[in-house]
């Protein structure tokens, strides 16, 4: 047949871009919120003996419910916030990016809406057009403070089955108070009948004082708390995110995986690095520390910055951000043009990546200065 559209794709995809921040070849890579720091050796020979223990029965499927790695998880979560949690209270896939798209999976789907409040995590919208499901962005406050008015107001009128609220908040930074939290819980309860999900994809590095969400979960039966190993354990490259609810709510996501959708290896890589849990948190102590003086520096060069409960600042505000975007790149310094216009976003490297940050931030900013008065 001639004349139709070649690849037969889905409409609403028609002419959409993989989304993606740019994977350059760059000297200091602050761009994507990963750990500076690559796995210790130990963990590195712990890791390998697993994978080639596991590697003796790749000829089976691996265990569906990764039992062992559940329980690793829900003593992790015990031992990091004081959560007590049983491993049938615990999920896992591929990435946090996987959980949420089962849920939304689950508890999405055609003629269903889901809710998150601008600025937020970019691929919210994506995966709830892969899920089918009907994406909605209320507002935050101008300084991102979180605005209960609006989201109830949004709440009334959408009706949402989902709502995803990352706390701390990519891009800003910003972490969520107990009192939104358990707020948001109880309306979706009453006025929606739907589930409430907090994205602590970067809780591990919220400040002394920031609580986890996890410490509401006996208390409503609608919350879902979702972590990752991609940033504090350093493990981006393993690709394991998991969650934290009550057990049918986990159960429900059992029916929607894909079967067997955890692999051996990856089972095996993520239950041994869970073992030096204590050895890669103690990196995240730094990453903070080097967060603040960041912050600080940022403040005392005249930047405005969001105050920051994540592994990542961001700054402004530039009249034109891509020129410094650009500025810096062209000193080997790669950062992410993402939030409200005027915005950009480092991620906290190491203190030698934060020095050259700072160097290529402020010569940049010169040279642009001399060019306009040489106008
Ligand atoms: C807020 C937030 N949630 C989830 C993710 C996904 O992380 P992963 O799929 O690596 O677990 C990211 C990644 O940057 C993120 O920023």
Request: aromatic share 10%.
């Given at each position: 047949m001639s004349g139709q559209d070649w690849p037969p794709l889905r409409e609403e995809l028609r002419g959409v871009e993989p989304y993606g921040a740019p994977q350059l070849p760059v000297p200091v890579a602050l761009n994507v919120n990963e750990n500076p720091y690559p796995p210790s050796a130990a963990v590195v020979s712990d890791i390998a003996a697993a994978v080639a223990e596991a590697a003796t029965t790749l000829n089976r499927y691996p265990d569906r419910e990764f039992t062992e790695l559940r329980k690793g998880l829900a003593a992790y979560l015990a031992q990091e916030s004081g959560a007590d949690l049983t491993p049938e209270q615990v999920w896992a896939a591929n990435g946090s990016n996987e959980v949420m798209l089962q849920i939304l999976q689950a508890f999405g789907g055609p003629g269903r809406t889901v809710v998150s409040f601008a600025p937020t995590y970019s691929m919210y919208p994506e995966y709830a057009r892969d899920a089918m499901t009907t994406y909605v962005a209320g507002r935050r406050h101008d300084d991102f403070a979180f605005d209960l008015e609006e989201a109830a107001r949004v709440v009334e009128q959408h009706r949402p089955s989902v709502v995803l609220l990352p706390s701390p908040n990519n891009p800003t930074g910003t972490a969520l108070p107990h009192g939104v939290i358990s707020e948001m819980c109880a309306l979706l309860d009453e006025r929606a009948n739907g589930i409430v999900v907090i994205d602590e994809a970067y809780a591990e590095f919220r400040r002394a004082g920031t609580p986890s969400a996890l410490e509401l979960l006996p208390h409503h039966r609608n919350l879902v708390v979702t972590r990752t190993m991609s940033k504090a354990f350093a493990l981006a490259g393993a690709r394991l995110g998991y969650l934290a609810a009550a057990p049918e709510l986990c159960d429900a996501l059992r029916v929607v995986r894909l079967p067997y959708h955890l692999s051996a290896i990856t089972q095996a890589s993520a239950s041994a690095a869970l073992r030096h849990a204590e050895e890669l948190l103690g990196k995240v102590e730094e990453l903070?520390?080097?967060?603040?003086?960041?912050?600080?520096?940022?403040?005392?060069?005249?930047?405005?910055?969001?105050?920051?409960?994540?592994?990542?600042?961001?700054?402004?505000?530039?009249?034109?951000?891509?020129?410094?975007?650009?500025?810096?790149?062209?000193?080997?310094?790669?950062?992410?043009?993402?939030?409200?216009?005027?915005?950009?976003?480092?991620?906290?490297?190491?203190?030698?990546?934060?020095?050259?940050?700072?160097d290529a931030l402020r010569d940049a900013l010169r040279d642009a200065l001399r060019e306009v008065t040489a106008r």
């Open positions: 903070r520390a080097e967060r603040d003086r960041t912050v600080e520096w940022l403040l005392a060069e005249g930047h405005q910055v969001a105050p920051s409960d994540a592994n990542f600042v961001l700054f402004g505000r530039f009249d034109d951000r891509e020129a410094v975007w650009q500025g810096l790149l062209d000193r080997g310094v790669l950062i992410r043009v993402t939030g409200p216009d005027g915005w950009l976003r480092v991620s906290i490297g190491t203190a030698e990546e934060m020095t050259a940050f700072k």
